[in-house]
T-cell receptor, first 113, second 116 residues
Framework: DTAVSQTPKYLVTQMGNDKSIKCEQN?????MYWYKQDSKKFLKIMFS???????INETVPNRFSPKSPDKAHLNLHINSLELGDSAVYFC????????????FGPGTRLTVL | AQSVTQPDIHITVSEGASLELRCNYS??????LFWYVQSPGQGLQLLLK??????LVQGIKGFEAEFKRSQSSFNLRKPSVHWSDAAEYFC??????????????FGKGTHLIIQP
């Protein structure tokens, strides 16, 4: 009965590779997000999707491409991975409305060697 | 642009003692304010939130926070901490861009250590 799930939990890869992280929520929410948490634990919004439509696209390199096949899924594809991409990536979801609680997934720890 | 400041990177408290974690925000309009907790290796869990009404809000696990507009603060308190409260605490403000599908702006977190 996991609310927001992410796969994989850990991802270790070489520079220059392409990788994807998947996120699924079973809460019936219509908004999903990707956040990046760096090594100093700082969390920053990357993207948000509402009803499969991109709403926020922060100053993220275009090597990062989110894709939302339906309201319950928001995947993150990263091309040409760089050392600086190493971080924990969190998916979250909520109902539309900024006052609504965002439910976070367990995170995906990406390590680029 | 909005911002959140958590001035204490680390706080150490004895078990059973009271706790206050500080949060100051900068926001151009009435903010929505949140406190989240992150246990090691886990995602974030909402403790409490404020968006209108009573400025003292109660949350889960015995936490409360008080919104003070004049001080742009939203400090988190707990009267008596337990060892299980050791975690990273994040204050956040929204909406990010004024829309309904916004992310949050987070502070840099306060790491809480509980001494036996």
């Amino acid at each position: 009965d996991t609310a927001v799930s992410q796969t994989p939990k850990y991802l270790v890869t070489q520079m220059g590779n392409d990788k994807s992280i998947k996120c699924e929520q079973n809460l019936g929410h219509d908004t999903m997000y990707w956040y990046k948490q760096d090594s100093k634990k700082f969390l920053k919004i990357m993207f948000s999707y509402n009803n499969k439509e991109l709403i926020i696209n922060e100053t993220v390199p275009n090597r990062f491409s989110p894709k939302s096949p339906d309201k319950a899924h928001l995947n993150l594809h990263i091309n040409s991975l760089e050392l600086g991409d190493s971080a924990v990536y969190f998916c979250a979801s909520s109902l539309t409305g900024s006052y609504n609680e965002q439910f976070f997934g367990p995170g995906t720890r990406l390590t680029v060697l | 642009a909005q911002s959140v400041t958590q001035p204490d990177i680390h706080i150490t408290v004895s078990e059973g003692a009271s706790l206050e974690l500080r949060c100051n925000y900068s926001y151009g309009a009435t903010p929505y304010l949140f406190w989240y907790v992150q246990s090691p290796g886990q995602g974030l869990q909402l403790l409490l939130k404020y968006f209108s009404g009573d400025t003292l809000v109660q949350g889960i696990k015995g936490f409360e926070a008080e919104f003070k507009r004049s001080q742009s603060s939203f400090n988190l308190r707990k009267p008596s901490v337990h060892w299980s409260d050791a975690a990273e605490y994040f204050c956040a403000v929204g909406p990010y861009s004024g829309g309904g599908a916004d992310g949050l702006t987070f502070g840099k977190g306060t790491h809480l250590i509980i001494q036996p």
